[in-house]
């Protein structure tokens, strides 16, 4: 094969384990996030961490988490430890119960308001020995020999993908005013580690929480 062939597969093969590396686990990203005007710079004695999501262990990592990130930066930030997978007025009340009790005067919230699934087929082919796709390995000159070289075929296989929003929001418990709210969305969300993903979705929100002015 000549060289600059066998430098193009090389690097095709790279570039298949670097894609097949970041489609292998969840990361957030901020979608866009609000400042209340009137609430610039507010500072609260106490914040309450309360969350809702179908996944109680990711509620848990996340209102964890946040609490030693937020107190970590001169916020007093305490996880409400409750949490609340499905709607139900019995689970509303639950959930009113945990804020009023909670003694705080702030509270975050960070909640799922969507969650999106998509199945990708991948088409079969022909790769080589190293598992470059035939066609993208040589050109048009080494095609004929190149039929008679040893290669395989891929079976066609389908991957899903699963992206999820998340809306936190910060109320001010006095007039029960929202002060500060964040969208981000989390892609893979279903693949790899739980604990690692949540951590990097909590420093998502605390970057912009930071850059917001909010400490």
């Not at 298949?16 to 990203?29: D, L, M, Q, V, W």
């Not at 999106?116 to 040589?138: F, H, I, N, Q, S």
């Not at 006095?174 to 604990?195: E, H, I």
């Amino acid at each position: 094969m000549p060289k600059r062939f066998r430098l193009r597969a090389v690097a095709l093969v790279l570039a298949a384990f670097a894609i097949a590396g970041c489609a292998g686990s969840a990361r957030t990203s901020l979608e866009t996030s609000w400042v209340n005007p009137k609430f610039q710079g507010a500072r609260f004695k106490k914040v309450l961490i309360v969350s809702v999501a179908a996944d109680e262990f990711a509620q848990q990592y996340f209102q964890d988490d946040m609490a030693a990130a937020l107190t970590k930066r001169g916020m007093t930030a305490v996880a409400s430890e409750r949490f609340f997978t499905h709607l139900s007025p019995a689970e509303e009340t639950r959930f009113k119960q945990a804020v009023a009790q909670s003694g705080a005067d702030a509270v975050l919230l960070a909640r799922v308001v969507g969650v999106d699934e998509k199945t990708t087929a991948r088409p079969a082919m022909l790769t080589t020995a190293t598992g470059v796709p035939v066609a993208y390995a040589w050109g048009i000159d080494a095609a004929f020999t190149q039929a008679f070289a040893p290669t395989r075929y891929v079976s066609p296989t389908d991957y899903s993908t699963t992206t999820v929003l998340v809306e936190t929001l910060l109320y001010e418990m006095q007039g029960r005013t929202p002060v500060w709210s964040a969208q981000t969305r989390t892609t893979n969300a279903d693949k790899g580690d739980l604990q690692p993903a949540v951590a990097q979705f909590v420093s998502v929100l605390v970057g912009a929480m930071q850059r917001d002015g909010l400490f």
